[in-house]
């Protein structure tokens, strides 16, 4: 399963490489939604391409942005005044008696002061980092579809709710970010060879067994610790990771667009690190044809994930 990954989060790498366009609408429904209590995660490198608008329209999206992050500033503001309150009432506690409970509350107050600092700093970091465009499922980030003969861009959340569905299938099916390739004609059927997309990665993580990294027997684990890997090409080229959509709509609710990354059985080098699935990077010949599919000639689907793009995984653990 690629638990997360790091992705080109910035729609205009996609109107680069392809001649998309950008669905300014459904960008600015999605930043619009949450400016207005949405729960919906966007990287911050997902955030910055509108720093410098270019259009009336990315105007208008900085601004419902801007007013977001002010909000956020705010929010984080009063909750660095409680919890160096809350420091401060410990601390005097401490001075003259030693106590569980304000040993537990200096160190809680103490980590949320961390946490909300560095939260403050990256909202008014203009510098790039790397895991300003890390994905996780839930996180939205842009992905490319073919809509009426054109390569558009459409901000969708990794984790898939399929059309049709109710909205409890995200806690009922927590790991539809992710498409096996043997369930495309089950689960996916409603997509497979209906609604392609594709998602420019950099690089993948995945949660693997400790035991199975370093292949030692479980039993000298005192535990069954799990670590994460970054799995990076070594070629250093983008992988063109082939993703499956949906548009789910229900009376009542916002419409949500989704999508999953398709996986397969892991290359040799990925599964001696201890994972059993991967990410299929199609090979950019045949992204129109992936973005075209044709659901009365699967069989050509299929081949297209078989005459994928083969870059040798190097993997290190995730820092």
């Not at 720093?51 to 992050?69: A, Y």
Request: charged letters at 30%.
């Amino acid at each position: 399963m690629c638990y997360s990954a790091q992705i080109q989060a910035d729609y205009r790498k996609y109107v680069k490489m392809f001649g998309a366009q950008m669905d300014i609408r459904e960008f600015a429904r999605l930043f619009w939604e949450r400016a207005e209590g949405s729960k919906a995660k966007i990287p911050k490198a997902m955030e910055d391409a509108f720093r410098e608008p270019q259009s009336d329209d990315e105007r208008q999206i900085k601004e419902v942005i801007d007013r977001f992050n002010v909000e956020q500033t705010s929010k984080i503001e009063q909750e660095l005044f409680r919890q160096r309150t809350r420091l401060a009432d410990a601390e005097r506690t401490l001075q003259t008696k030693i106590t569980k409970a304000a040993t537990e509350s200096k160190r809680i107050a103490t980590d949320k002061i961390e946490a909300s600092l560095r939260r403050l700093e990256d909202l008014n970091r203009t510098e790039f980092r790397p895991r300003d465009a890390r994905i996780f499922p839930g996180t939205f980030a842009p992905v490319l579809v073919i809509e009426n003969g054109e390569y558009v861009i459409k901000p969708m959340r990794y984790q898939c709710r399929i059309a049709g569905k109710p909205a409890n299938y995200d806690v009922k099916y927590p790991g539809t970010y992710n498409a096996r390739r043997d369930n495309l004609e089950g689960f996916w059927k409603p997509c497979f060879g209906h609604t392609h997309g594709l998602m420019l990665v950099d690089v993948f993580y995945e949660n693997v067994s400790k035991a199975k990294m370093e292949g030692t027997l479980l039993e000298t684990h005192q535990r069954d610790e799990n670590v994460v890997l970054e799995f990076r090409p070594n070629n250093g080229q983008l992988m063109y990771v082939a993703c499956l959509w949906s548009k789910w709509s229900a009376p009542g609710e916002p419409d949500l667009l989704s999508f999953a990354a398709i996986t397969d059985e892991p290359p040799p080098e990925v599964q001696a690190a201890g994972h059993d699935r991967c990410i299929v990077p199609i090979k950019p010949d045949n992204v129109e044809a992936w973005l075209n599919p044709d659901a009365s000639n699967l069989a050509a689907l299929y081949a297209i994930l078989d005459d994928r793009d083969r870059p040798y995984y190097e993997h290190r653990l995730a820092a």
